[in-house]
């Protein structure tokens, strides 16, 4: 997707209380989208949050947003990419694990609406987890509700506690619905993690029509790792006191086999 001015508002925000010190990467590499109207909000963002820029800082000649994000102080931000067609500097595809050369390298992970496209979504968060070093954040944007055909998948913000919380032990310091604003509107809605309540968020009616992004923020803590236990909050809630006794587990019989 690239960032917009929903994102941008976000990361200029995120600028001001986070700078990474190594290395920097964005899934994808990401145009941002920009045009002679909303300038002027971007120069309302950068004021909002005491950033002595200009719009004009930000841009570069091919429409990127790496000098975006190393004038906001996110650093020299590499490309990972399936093929060089963007000019990404690190070929991977994210179906698959990356390299251990790779691991603990990023401070800083953006991915501004590339996980969506990629079939193996486990496979490409367990990337990113290890690409991270202790202390590192990944922010993540990506379609929540009104992207229908964009990608391969929508996303809910159970993904986001069951996951980096319970598998992983990571941080979570946000996790947000927010609207793209065609006509200027303004709306986000924080999401809780349902795992406090036992029961599934209730957002009918809440949800406002047109496109959202589900963007978040994680860190990985020192002592985090993975488990490989992805298992929904309110279902794991449903089966505390079961035993399941006299039952089969069918993994377990295909291991004695």
């Avoid at 001001?16 to 120069?43: D, S, W, Y």
């Avoid at 957002?203 to 990985?220: D, I, N, S």
Wanted: hydrophobic fraction near 35%; proline fraction near 5%.
């Amino acid at each position: 997707m690239g960032v917009d001015i929903e994102l941008f508002e976000r990361l200029a925000e995120l600028s001001t209380r986070f700078q990474p010190k190594g290395r920097t990467l964005m899934l994808g590499r990401h145009t941002i989208a920009v045009n002679e109207r909303i300038l002027p909000k971007f120069q309302g963002i950068l004021d909002a949050n005491g950033i002595d820029l200009t719009p004009a800082d930000l841009m570069q000649d091919d429409g990127y947003s790496e000098t975006l994000m190393a004038q906001l102080g996110f650093g020299d931000m590499e490309a990972m990419d399936f093929s060089d067609y963007e000019g990404a500097s690190i070929i991977h595809d994210l179906n698959n694990p990356v390299p251990k050369s790779l691991h603990k390298k990023f401070d800083l992970i953006f991915d501004g609406g590339t996980i969506e496209h990629v079939f193996n979504v486990p496979m490409a968060l367990e990337n990113v987890f290890r690409m991270l070093r202790p202390g590192g954040r990944f922010i993540s944007a990506n379609g929540f509700n009104g992207w229908p055909a964009h990608g391969i998948y929508q996303f809910n913000p159970e993904l986001v506690w069951t996951y980096w919380v319970r598998n992983c032990g990571c941080t979570v310091h946000a996790c947000k619905g927010i609207q793209k604003k065609p006509r200027g509107g303004n709306y986000h809605l924080d999401f809780r993690d349902p795992a406090e309540t036992g029961k599934r968020l209730r957002l009918k009616g809440r949800v406002p029509a047109g496109r959202m992004y589900l963007y978040y923020e994680v860190e990985r803590t020192p002592e985090a790792k993975l488990r490989n236990v992805v298992l929904q909050s309110d279902y794991e809630t449903k089966w505390q006191g079961h035993t399941n006794a006299g039952a089969t587990r069918l993994d377990e019989k295909v291991e004695s086999a």
